[in-house]
């Protein structure tokens, strides 16, 4: 069919590819809206000497790992194709990187002026390991010269869809999207005359789509067929039997069926049923021309017919070394096969999780589990374990559990109790993972219990590194080193570098919580030895508590530098739990420090993406309420309901102080200083009893706020005491020194005339007009006889703060208009509107004028797209 109407995405193609840097284009549009058509005829007339490497994800029951990457390998061989086979004999966690580091090989062309496309079909339906893929691309091709063009389906990816996440985290500059509308009505009747066919009611009955005009004009009869299903029946019927059992056959195998399966049939029926244009050629083999299509040949078939295809093909597929086991579980499964089912999924599974595809592998150990009730409990467990492990990697940490659980229940009717020690770790740290730190306590101690009466090997090593983790988390220092020695001292005679490197991190993060920076050492030592083992995971976390105990004890200038290098390692290795999490403590950091645009950026980027269990994601929450809260933004504390959820199911500092105080702060934002006093002295008394000095200053800070009493401020950090004992001067002083603006505005408006002055200014500079409107009213309330005066009625009314002017201003440049643009509108100089929009993004928080377009439709201050 002619491309009609797709000259602007082909042109926008062809700029991409032109383009001196990187680029990411997303070919987007309902099934069969010409996608693969729109992408072949680019390819096709690409740049002279442009190199196109195809893969595809298939609509498997669980898609194989890493599909696309399969499919260019077998094209270009080589470094990428032996690395790819080396990731499936082994479980060694960096070859995965080794693998990806091929593929960006590949798509570098040394060669002046030489251009690699690599094209991945029907991303909707990638794996994990293929979106982690892409998210390893597009975090790095800025540095290479490649166009990367992803085709998806928009009625595919519903909001939760996991490459959403995998999109937002790309940089904004290399995005193009590229969204293919139907046909409109003079373009489908165009067709239909070139067609020699009447064009009346073709548009009504395919609502414009490609494909579906396609189809219709090729169909013999008279009219116009009302569904896809009747088109492509009334297709099948006028084949010959021997081609109807071929195209049946071919309906049931995704992407395409190789020549192959297709021995047992007459080569004849296959070629009727190309010159038919039923099938099309595709690679080795032959598919029907859109899934659509052959969904609706397969759905016409009875259950039974269905079953029997399936069984046909797991036969044909089974004996091949060639084919991914991912195929098989899928036809085994809709075959009705369990012992095939029990035979495969497994295997599928490790292979999926070698690839870093934890979903998938958790998918595939769902799909066996219903099948393992006759099976001997020992096997039934390990298929049990097996699963919990992937969908714990996977986050699923509810089912886990609850799948740890049901092991466990096989092995106590066992009696090892390696093995039920094992299960009891293992529940202990999903127990917390999923806010249970009392049901964590207790597992952990009931594995250590029963692992200490068989010998000590490993499995005793890390109980005992369990539970020191447990007690640091805890905020239990001194039992968090008890334990953690113990283990590293088992671990050094058993010669076990994972345990030594696991508990040495526990142990240098408690001597961090009690100010002792000889924890600092510790976690080194701690990252050093994980990194050279290849334990990634260990590894990460070493700087991750490096850092984030940082900001928590307010060092903020190795706090800076701690993050900026955890950062850096943890998303050279794809961590992302990790990389979020510490977004989340550099929002708060910049929070700190006055750096209010860059903390919103960070905390909104940190919650841009998949759900993510457990408590990483409570400090851009908090982080986003505390900005909301100081700006004006909105009443309620939507960021901190599943912040306050994890606080009150850990009873974690690191979770209850932060909580606590953006609380606590709202309350007397909103002139209800005493509503969290009780939550307040019950996180201040946690607070004292761990040793904090910062926690408890900033709790304490609050309780004085509401008036309530403080006790011993000789436990409090310096600038909190300071100013709860009347030296508001030193306090600010002391917060001026350390860099924090906020807090110094805080003591300064607790001075005289000239101090709240100058503490007005503050929080107007950093767009605190909230804040700035309560220090009004108390100062009132003081007596103070001149209280500087505020923005205008209008402005202060303003949820945002924005003057008349800048509300004009921000509604254009929510249109995208340039500041000249903006400026002939206005008749104002260009400059003066540079001033206007510096001011938008300050009062909005916000570093870039496309987010502050998003951040002004979010809260509605202008109208939405």
């Known amino acids: 069919m002619e491309l009609l109407e797709r000259a602007d995405a082909l042109a926008t193609l062809d700029r991409l590819l032109a383009s001196p840097g990187g680029a990411v284009a997303l070919v987007a549009g309902e099934a069969g809206a010409g996608k693969s058509a729109l992408v072949s005829a680019f390819a096709a007339t690409a740049a002279p000497g442009a190199r196109v490497l195809w893969g595809s994800c298939d609509p498997l029951l669980t898609p194989r790992a890493l599909g696309p990457l399969h499919d260019i390998a077998r094209h270009v061989g080589g470094v990428l194709a032996e690395r790819l086979t080396a990731l499936h004999e082994a479980a060694e966690a960096e070859r995965r990187g080794a693998v990806f580091d091929a593929l960006l090989d590949e798509l570098t062309d ?25 998210a390893y691309l597009g975090r790095r091709l800025a540095r290479h010269p490649a166009l990367l063009v992803f085709t998806l389906r928009d009625d595919e990816v519903g909001e939760q869809h996991p490459l959403h996440g995998v999109l937002a985290g790309l940089p904004r500059s290399l995005v193009h999207r590229l969204p293919l509308p139907a046909l409109s009505t003079d373009a489908v009747a165009a067709l239909a005359r070139r067609a020699g066919r009447a064009p009346a009611g073709l548009y009504q009955a395919t609502g414009g789509n490609p494909l579906l005009v396609t189809e219709v004009l090729a169909a013999t009869g008279p009219g116009v067929p009302p569904t896809v299903r009747d088109l492509v029946l009334a297709r099948l019927a006028a084949l010959s039997p021997p081609a109807r059992e071929v195209a049946t056959l071919v309906s049931v195998v995704p992407s395409r069926a190789e020549s192959y399966l297709l021995d047992d049939h007459p080569p004849a029926a296959v070629q009727e049923c190309l010159d038919r244009g039923v099938l099309v050629p595709a690679g080795n083999g032959v598919a029907f021309r859109h899934e659509l299509l052959g969904r609706a040949a397969r759905e016409s078939l009875s259950p039974v017919r269905r079953a029997a295809l399936h069984a046909a093909v797991l036969a044909r597929l089974t004996p091949r070394a060639d084919v991914d086991a991912a195929r098989l579980v899928h036809h085994a499964h809709h075959a009705d096969d369990p012992t095939a089912v029990l035979r495969w999924a497994p295997v599928a599974a490790l292979r999926a999780s070698r690839a870093g595809a934890h979903r998938q592998a958790a998918d595939h150990y769902t799909v066996a589990l219903p099948h393992a009730a006759g099976l001997p409990p020992p096997r039934r467990a390990e298929l049990l374990e097996a699963y919990a492990i992937a969908a714990y990697l996977a986050g699923l940490g509810a089912q886990a559990l609850a799948a740890w659980r049901d092991a466990l229940a096989l092995r106590e009717a066992e009696g090892d109790p390696l093995r039920i020690g094992e299960n009891l770790r293992w529940m202990s740290r999903l127990s917390w993972w999923t806010g249970d730190s009392t049901a964590a306590r207790a597992a952990g101690t009931r594995a250590v219990q029963v692992l200490e009466s068989a010998p000590p090997g490993v499995q005793l090593a890390m109980a005992y590194s369990n539970m020191s983790q447990l007690f640091m988390l805890g905020d239990d220092t001194d039992r968090a080193i008890d334990w953690g020695d113990r283990a590293r001292e088992l671990a050094g005679r058993l010669g076990d570098a994972e345990t030594e490197a696991h508990a040495l991190v526990n142990v240098g993060s408690a001597r961090l919580q009690r100010g002792n920076l000889a924890g600092v050492i510790e976690l080194e030592r701690a990252h050093t030895l994980a990194a050279a083992h290849h334990l990634d995971d260990h590894a990460a976390r070493a700087l991750v508590n490096l850092a984030t105990m940082s900001v928590d004890w307010h060092r903020l200038a190795p706090a800076a530098e701690a993050l900026d290098r955890a950062l850096r390692f943890t998303t050279d290795r794809d961590l992302d739990g990790y990389f979020r999490h510490l977004l989340g403590y550099r929002a708060r950091l910049r929070l700190a420090t006055g750096a209010w645009s860059g903390a919103r950026a960070d905390a909104e980027q940190a919650l841009t993406g998949t759900e993510q269990p457990g408590g990483s994601l409570a400090p851009a929450l908090v982080t986003l309420s505390r900005l909301d809260a100081r700006c004006g933004g909105p009443a309620g504390p939507p960021h901190l309901d599943g912040a306050t959820r994890w606080a009150a199911q850990s009873q974690e500092l690191q979770f209850v102080v932060p ?9 007397w934002l909103a002139g209800e200083p005493t509503r969290t006093a009780a939550e307040l002295r019950r996180a201040h008394q946690l607070a004292v009893e761990a040793g904090q000095p910062w926690f408890a200053g900033e709790l304490a800070y609050w309780l004085w706020r509401a008036g ?66 309560r220090v009004r009213a108390d100062l009132r309330v003081r007596g103070m006889a001149r209280v500087p005066r505020g923005p205008r009625p209008a402005t202060a009314a303003h949820p945002a703060g924005l003057t008349a002017r800048q509300r004009e201003v921000l509604a254009l440049l929510a249109e995208g208009l340039s500041n000249a643009e903006i400026a002939a509108r206005l008749s104002l100089s260009t400059r003066t509107v540079g001033h206007h929009v510096s001011a938008v993004l300050n009062k909005l928080a916000v570093p870039s004028r496309g987010q502050a377009a998003a951040a002004a439709r979010r809260r509605g201050l202008v109208p939405p797209i």
Not at 119 to 133: F, K, N, P, S
Not at 659 to 667: P, Q, S, T, W
């Open 708 to 773: 309530e009493p403080v006790g011993d401020t000789g436990v409090l950090a310096s600038p909190y005491r300071r100013l709860i004992e009347g030296d508001w001067a030193g306090a600010a002083e002391e917060w001026r020194q350390l860099g924090c603006p906020y807090t110094r505005a805080e003591a300064l408006a607790c001075g005289d005339d000239s101090a709240a002055g100058e503490a007005l200014r503050i929080l107007e500079g950093l767009g605190a007009v909230a804040v700035a409107r």
């Open 110 to 134: 040394p060669r002046p002026g030489r251009r690699t496309v690599m094209v991945v079909e029907d991303a909707h339906w990638a794996d994990g390991a293929t979106l982690d893929l892409i």
């Open 659 to 667: 909580v606590a105080a953006a609380l606590a702060e709202r309350h």
